[in-house]
């Protein structure tokens, strides 16, 4: 059973534009959302994260969004550059207060391609 | 700083063989972890540590083993190869109470045939 879930294989947009990656989840005890970039033949790098007492958190060109009651988080690229290029994953923990925080659930990926 | 190191990059076995991947990372974290990253799965945690001589299991442990004897290595042992294992492996660090905000280390390709 999937927990968290991205239904959205792959995403292509054009350089300049908005690029919005969408996250479902299944558990209303995650209590910490993440988002990491993967490169092809690197390990995923961390992104950007909120914690479930806030809806909105922007570093940058990049802002997640957390919307609790529908289980669902989003994470916005503006402007969308060629080097976004990646499969980006997103992810969740439970007990935000302990030694779990570790403990990620990840969803399947999302292939985002920016075309100059 | 070369952060978390995993070796090898690629590894082919045989149905049954066993071998030991290796992970080692010099910034000190107490945390560390092995998952896997399949085809439409994402990455699925087999097993972690919370420090030296503290181990636990994770989404999807049988088959593997693991052992902390150190702060900074964390070796995933494949006791009986089967190709189901075959994947991506990454290994994955961090300060506790980091909030997941993980160090990964470039991955090792294992086919099993």
């Known amino acids: 059973d999937q927990q968290v879930k991205q239904n959205s294989p792959s995403l292509s947009v054009q350089e300049g534009r908005i690029s919005i990656l969408n996250c479902d989840y299944t558990?209303?005890?995650?209590?910490?959302f993440l988002w990491y970039k993967k490169y092809p033949a690197e390990g995923p790098t961390f992104l950007i994260s909120i914690s479930s007492i806030k809806d909105k958190n922007e570093d940058g060109r990049f802002t997640v969004f957390l919307n609790k009651s529908a289980k669902h988080l989003s994470l916005h690229i503006v402007p969308s550059q060629p080097g976004d290029s990646a499969v980006y994953f997103c992810a969740a923990s439970l007990n935000a207060g302990g030694t779990s925080y570790g403990k990620l659930t990840f969803g399947q990926g999302t292939i985002l391609t920016v075309h100059p | 700083n070369a952060g978390v190191t995993q070796t090898p990059k690629f590894q082919v076995l045989k149905t049954g063989q066993s071998m030991t991947l290796q992970c080692a990372q010099d910034m000190n974290h107490e945390y560390m972890s092995w998952y896997r990253q399949d085809p439409g799965m994402g990455l699925r945690l087999i097993h972690y540590s919370v420090g030296a001589g503290i181990t636990d299991q994770g989404e999807v442990p049988n088959g593997y083993n693991v052992s902390r004897s150190t702060t900074e290595d964390f070796p995933l042992r494949l006791l009986s190869a089967a190709p189901s294992q075959t994947s991506v492996y990454f290994c994955?660090?961090?300060?506790?109470?980091?909030?997941?905000?993980?160090?990964f280390g470039s991955g090792t390709q294992l086919s099993v045939l």
């Open positions: 558990n209303s005890m995650f209590d910490y």
């Open positions: 994955a660090s961090s300060y506790l109470g980091q909030g997941g905000k993980l160090f």
